[in-house]
């Protein structure tokens, strides 16, 4: 099995599926107990601060008490995870993208479809992989299927529905992520003034053969192949990953120099895109023709393949 490639993949291929999608997730922290309404007021287009605005709205007018916690709401995504997405088994489409030779997939997802498409009968209550982390998700690996000879890992780089605490919602949450992220990265091996930074050590004793211990470690070894994932500037925390790798590389010569891929639709001008060709990132676009996603994913799917190859 090829060791040195990476999948990241987001919401795209459960929204495919006909599973919910973040509007809609943000949608499960609303309805008030006496009128069954949902989080009112006027939304935001950005989800962290979508996160933070119906928080506040909750709180309105509390002088020194919460009324409502943000573990609460993330319970009630827990909630509304479990009612929508539970009943989605994986489709062939997403069994493809999950069974390709990699060792490891990163999910910004919640739920644990992917696991279902490696191992169908994959139970979370029954998975054997823990985490001291609560609310952060930089070593949050789970291995759906750990009898096979080369387990595959997947890892929830914005939490898990089974930890609500861990899940990534809030401009508050983002940030501390990042800098949990950051100070993993950078801080001495040892704790140590005298230590080289820990992705130092950890890029001169790394071999073929090595089990990392976090995800953000991935990005500067492995190639990583992005699918169904948005990445707006919203990502802070992949966003400084990215620019963080691309100063790494050029300040150490020596450093692997791997691939990022970006799979997009064709014909986006967003801002983030005039960015990726700065940051050594590799966007790659596909037809979306007359809305058919599906052939949009498979196109991905082989071109995946290809390079997987």
């Not at 009324?67 to 509304?80: E, F, H, M, P, S």
């Not at 001495?188 to 953000?216: I, K, M, Q, T």
Request: glycine share 6%; charged share 25%; hydrophobic share 35%.
């Amino acid at each position: 099995m090829e060791k040195k490639n990476v999948l990241l993949l987001g919401n795209g291929l459960n929204r495919l599926a006909g599973a919910v999608d973040w509007a809609g997730l943000m949608n499960c922290l609303g309805p008030d107990k006496d009128q069954g309404q949902g989080p009112g007021g006027q939304s935001l287009s950005s989800w962290p601060l979508e996160f933070e605005r119906i928080y506040g709205e909750k709180n309105k007018g509390q002088a020194d008490k919460e009324a409502v916690t943000k573990y609460q709401l993330k319970q009630y995504i827990q909630a509304g995870l479990q009612k929508i997405l539970a009943p989605v088994c994986a489709w062939p489409l997403q069994s493809e993208f999950a069974n390709l030779p990699v060792k490891h997939i990163l999910t910004t997802n919640y739920d644990y479809n992917l696991e279902k498409a490696v191992n169908p009968q994959f139970r979370r209550e029954k998975s054997p992989d823990k985490t001291k982390e609560k609310l952060f998700s930089l070593y949050r690996r789970i291995r759906p299927d750990p009898s096979r000879e080369a387990p595959k890992a997947v890892w929830h780089i914005h939490g898990e529905a089974e930890a609500p605490e861990s899940i990534c919602l809030g401009f508050e949450h983002y940030c501390a992520q990042l800098a949990a992220m950051r100070n993993l990265l950078t801080k001495p091996f040892e704790e140590r003034d005298d230590e080289p930074p820990y992705l130092n050590r950890f890029l001169a004793v790394a071999g073929d053969d090595y089990e990392p211990e976090s995800w953000p470690t991935l990005f500067f070894t492995h190639n990583v192949f992005i699918v169904g994932l948005d990445l707006s500037f919203m990502e802070t925390d992949l966003w400084w990953l990215l620019a963080y790798r691309r100063q790494y590389q050029l300040r150490h010569p020596q450093a692997p120099r791997n691939k990022i891929v970006y799979f997009h639709p064709s014909g986006e001008a967003r801002e983030e895109m005039k960015l990726m060709p700065a940051l050594e990132v590799s966007p790659q676009a596909f037809e979306v023709g007359n809305g058919d996603w599906k052939a949009f994913y498979s196109r991905v799917l082989e071109s995946v393949s290809k390079k997987l190859g």
